[in-house]
Antibody
Framework: QVQLQESGPGLVKPSETLSLTCTVS????????WSWIRQPPGRGLEWIGY???????NYNPSLESRVTISVDTSKNQVSLKLRSVTAADTGVYYC??????????????????WGKGTTVTVSS | DIQLTQSPSFLSASVGDRVTITCRVS??????LAWFQQKPGKAPKLLMY???TLQSGVPSRFSGSGSGTEFTLTISSLQPEDFAVYYC?????????FGQGTKVEVK
């Protein structure tokens, strides 16, 4: 079955760029939507954005000016770049598959596969 | 953005209890709602989507209901492994948004 593994530096300096990679195994990144979600320490979940192959993407307006999500089909990877980070960007970052099912007029989306998450700390 | 408000934020319960969590949404999302369970140090786990479609492998003691702007997650008989934080999420529009979470604790 599809598995996701996030990777990247655990420590990023303020004002620098956070770069993470999500490696997809057991499936192709061409198949569906891929999202990044983050969770500050002790807090709830925040959706960062998604990418569908190289066809479309959408970002949370609260982060849109600093975020880029891209895919590398040769490596079956989805990447996240978050620029000009501050301490508020500290947290666990997850990648997730957004799947869709249904027929006719009714389709449902759902995030059914998640990576284990990677912890990023923004500190000098 | 669509806002989701869960109630209660904290819930103390005992094994065997029937537990209900409510998710109120700031605008009509039809049936585009999912529920997740998250345990400490783990990724969220999808419980159900489309309000009430149980994800494969999720026990039948979990159920969901509602439509439009008010939804509920019910655990019919709480088991020891169910103590966790539960989140609702809307997938009606972007940005995807989550409720603030409900922590189910041991009474």
């Amino acid at each position: 079955q599809v598995q996701l593994q996030e990777s990247g530096p655990g420590l990023v300096k303020p004002s620098e760029t956070l770069s993470l990679t999500c490696t997809v195994s057991g499936g192709s990144i061409r198949d569906t939507y891929w999202s990044w979600i983050r969770q500050p320490p002790g807090r709830g979940l925040e959706w960062i954005g998604y990418i569908y192959y190289s066809i479309s993407s959408n970002y949370n307006p609260s982060l849109e000016s600093r975020v880029t999500i891209s895919v590398d089909t040769s490596k079956n990877q989805v990447s996240l770049k978050l620029r000009s980070v501050t301490a508020a960007d500290t947290g666990v970052y997850y990648c997730a598959r957004e799947n869709v099912s249904g027929s006719g007029y009714q389709y449902y989306y759902y995030m059914d596969v998640w990576g284990k998450g990677t912890t990023v700390t923004v500190s000098s | 953005d669509i806002q989701l408000t869960q109630s209660p934020s904290f819930l103390s319960a005992s094994v065997g209890d029937r537990v209900t969590i409510t998710c109120r949404v700031s605008q009509d999302i039809s049936s585009h709602l999912a529920w997740f369970q998250q345990k400490p140090g783990k990724a969220p786990k999808l419980l159900m989507y489309g309000v009430s479609t149980l994800q494969s492998g999720v026990p039948s003691r979990f159920s969901g209901s509602g439509s439009g702007t008010e939804f509920t997650l019910t655990i019919s008989s709480l088991q020891p492994e169910d103590f966790a934080v539960y989140y609702c999420q809307q997938l009606h529009s972007y940005p995807r948004t989550f409720g603030q979470g409900t922590k189910v604790e041991v009474k």
